[in-house]
């Protein structure tokens, strides 16, 4: 499945976002692409090649990924399904700034209305 496949699949599920970020790998830089998110009224803003590390939200959430992957590791489940319970958990955590879980404001949903 090609890039914009995926992206059409997951902006029937979420709606358009306003802004994209990604790297400058190659499936980003097509003209396709571009045209794709210009016709979507997307912006598409890039990370400085070869230094991930600018984008610190992403690097921030790898390093949570990694730990709680890590320390289910004694689970007797699935990889799938220890990843599955990490972003549960994660995903339904309170945000230290704005006081609110990422669905909660992803899916504008509150708390008791979160699947378990």
Known sequence: MSTIEVLRQMFSQWGIPQIVDSDNGTQFTASEFKDFMK?????????????????????????????????????????????????LAYRNAEHSLTKKSPAQLFLMRTQDQIYR
């Open 39 to 87: 016709a979507n009224g997307i912006i598409h803003k890039y990370s400085c090649p070869g230094h991930p590390a600018t984008n610190g939200q992403a690097e921030r959430f790898v390093q949570s990924m990694k730990q709680g992957l890590k320390a289910a590791v004694n689970d007797k489940c699935s990889i799938q399904t220890r990843l599955s319970k990490f972003l």
